[in-house]
Structures are given as structure tokens and as C-alpha cells.
Nanobody, 124 residues
């Protein structure tokens, strides 16, 4: 069983930055693609950023240029650097692992096998 644990969420002012982290147990996740998703109250879960097995990345249009996804394979840790945060970025953020695909796209939550418990980001 894979366990994903997110951290780094919090409450910030618009324009500030946060870095989310996600640590995975068990798997050597350099083999698999990873992603960040978010879900605001009353809205569907949406893809924020993904990183493929070979380092390719994909971003939602709404965060392109502001967010950066990266991973440290030695630490089994996935990061999401979020700059210039906006109130519309407020959501629960989840990291996810897909055991079947290598490419960062498609960015579809239904394709991911394991999920963390989420970390809340609030921007005011």
C-alpha cells in the first residue's frame, strides 16, 4: 500500500508564496508520474500540475507561470512551488500517483491510483 502525505498548506495574503510537499512511502516513484490536484468547495477536482517519469511537466492554464512542480527522487518527495497566489487558488490540494503512465498528460484525476489526504491552501 502506498501512502502519500502532503504538507505545507496554510493561509496567506494574495501575492505571497507557498511550497507544498508530498512524501511517498514504499514506491521508487521516479518510475511513475505524479501530480497535484485541487478542489474548492462545490467544485470538481482539477489538475494543477503534473510531472512525468522523464521530467516532462504539465500545468493548468490558470497556474502557468506562477506554479512550479518538481520532485526529488532521492527523497521520494514531490513539491509544488506556488508564487503570486490569488484568492481563486484557495482549495484543498492533493498529490497523486499514477502507476500506469509515464507522461505528464493527460491530466485526469480518474487515471491516478493513490491520493494523499490533502492540505488546505487559503488565499485572502
Amino acid at each position: 500500500h502506498v501512502q502519500l502525505v502532503e504538507s505545507g498548506g496554510g493561509s496567506v495574503q494574495a501575492g505571497e508564496s507557498l511550497t507544498l510537499s508530498c512524501v511517498a512511502s514504499r514506491y521508487t516513484w521516479s518510475r511513475y508520474r505524479m501530480a497535484w490536484f485541487r478542489q474548492a468547495p462545490g467544485k470538481e477536482r482539477e489538475g494543477v500540475a503534473a510531472v512525468g517519469t522523464y521530467g516532462d511537466t504539465a500545468y493548468a492554464d490558470s497556474v502557468q507561470g506562477r506554479f512550479t512542480i518538481s520532485k526529488d527522487n532521492a527523497k521520494n518527495t514531490l513539491y509544488l512551488q506556488m508564487n503570486s497566489l490569488k484568492p481563486e487558488d484557495t482549495a484543498m490540494y492533493y498529490c497523486a500517483l499514477d502507476l500506469a503512465r509515464a507522461s505528464a498528460r493527460p491530466h485526469d484525476p480518474r487515471l491516478y491510483d493513490y491520493w494523499g489526504q490533502g492540505t488546505q491552501v487559503t488565499v485572502s
